[in-house]
């Protein structure tokens, strides 16, 4: 069975920081595609970032410079720091695994950036 488990939500002030986790189980995690979306109330669900299997890295322009995604194969995980934090950035995030047709979501972890 194939979990995405997310976890490091949290309410933040404008400007601070937070780091989300993504833990896997049963898929093969180093071959696999991860991504960070978000969706904020009323809204679409959005990309934020993405990494590839050999470390590459993509990102919003809304985050770039800000957050910053990473990977540790050995633990299955994937992460999200996130810096200078504003109440936009207040959303659900969700963890996205993708490898060819095989695609997977988490159940997701609210952000709130709020004073």
């Known amino acids: 069975q194939v979990r995405l488990v997310e976890s490091g939500g949290g309410l933040v002030q404008p400007g601070g920081s937070l780091r989300l986790s993504c833990a896997a189980s049963?898929?093969?995690?180093?071959?696999?595609?991860m991504a960070w979306y978000r969706q904020a109330p009323g809204k679409q669900r959005e990309l934020v970032a993405t990494?590839?299997?050999?470390?590459?890295?993509n990102y919003a322009d809304s985050v770039m410079g800000r957050f910053t995604i990473s990977r540790d194969n050995a633990k299955n995980s994937v992460y999200l720091q996130m810096s200078s934090l504003k109440p936009e950035d207040t959303a659900v995030y969700y963890c996205?695994?993708?490898?060819?047709?095989?695609?997977?979501w988490g159940q997701g972890t609210q952000v709130t950036v709020s004073s």
């Open positions: 049963g898929i093969s995690f180093s071959i696999y595609t």
């Open positions: 996205y695994a993708v490898y060819s047709t095989q695609l997977y």
């Open positions: 990494i590839t299997s050999a470390g590459s890295t």
